[in-house]
């Protein structure tokens, strides 16, 4: 399983929430001391110059830079002359079952903007639906949070994005690659357990906690993206593919049409025009 497709097994999960959408122009008094913040940050600069420090780390924000401040890192902010920040920004929760995504994610704090118009555009659109207070306006402030997260991610070096290096982590990532490294195979919950070392009981809520899934219903997901690739890049039949994820074909051919909401001979003729 490469690092690619690990992030995904972890992303496919995440769910966000915007409490602040908004475009200011900040006057000169505009601070605050180290502090560590309950929620995400995204502040992309239009005009001006400022500090801000991240974990430490102090940086001059310039316009054209989108920042990441994430929470639970120390971090603070602060005019340093009258020609003030212009900046859209958004104050956001971003989860991965229970956990925090920046707890499991580690990314760099800006990017360069490639595309302002895009960006600019996300962002006033951000703005525009958080103060809708229908439920479309709801679904549609997510829906452009997650393009904001994306932009993001799109536009950052594979190589400096890593996972945290925490026990739990760890032990879901093996947990992870080997579930990916058995798609054709019957995997039991007891196996995997062990492989993180953990009761299986006590190992079904850690999975469930960091992910958002029980272990069962992750594997038959991934079985099932499986099954989707073989469907529309190989000439096996329905029945070799149930058997290529381990799974009897009157199982295979139900649990498709569950998830899917058609069988795997209509999705093959879909996809194939």
């Not at 400022?50 to 990441?68: C, S, V, W, Y």
Request: glycine share 4%; with cysteine; aromatic share 10%.
């Amino acid at each position: 399983m490469d690092k690619t497709k690990l992030l995904q097994s972890y992303l496919s999960n995440m769910q966000v929430d915007v409490s602040e959408a908004h475009y200011t122009k900040v006057n000169v008094n505009w601070k605050a001391p180290e502090f560590t913040p309950s929620i995400n940050r995204f502040y992309y600069i239009v005009e001006g110059e400022g500090r801000l420090t991240i974990d430490g780390e102090a940086f001059h924000p310039k316009p054209g830079q989108l920042f990441l401040m994430p929470a639970g890192v120390k971090q603070s902010y602060s005019t340093i002359s009258d020609n003030t920040f212009a900046k859209h920004w958004c104050h956001f929760a971003a989860t991965i079952g229970d956990m925090p995504l920046f707890q499991i994610i580690k990314i760099p704090s800006f990017i360069e903007v490639r595309d302002p118009e895009l960006v600019t555009a996300l962002f006033l659109k951000l703005a525009q639906e958080f103060r809708n207070p229908g439920i479309a306006g709801m679904l549609r402030t997510r829906a452009t949070m997650l393009e904001l997260l994306s932009y993001f991610l799109e536009h950052t070096v594979i190589e400096n994005i890593r996972l945290a290096a925490t026990d739990s982590v760890a032990k879901l990532t093996a947990v992870l690659r080997h579930i990916d490294s058995h798609l054709g195979e019957a995997v039991s919950v007891e196996e995997l357990a062990k492989l993180a070392h953990l009761h299986p009981n006590y190992f079904i809520k850690f999975f469930k906690t960091h992910l958002g899934d029980s272990p069962i219903q992750y594997i038959n997901k991934r079985k099932l993206d499986h099954a989707k690739t073989l469907l529309h890049t190989t000439n096996l039949s329905i029945k070799e593919i149930a058997e290529a994820t381990g799974m009897e074909l009157h199982y295979f051919s139900r649990l498709f049409k569950q998830t899917a909401g058609m069988s795997p001979t209509v999705y093959r003729m879909l996809r194939e025009g």
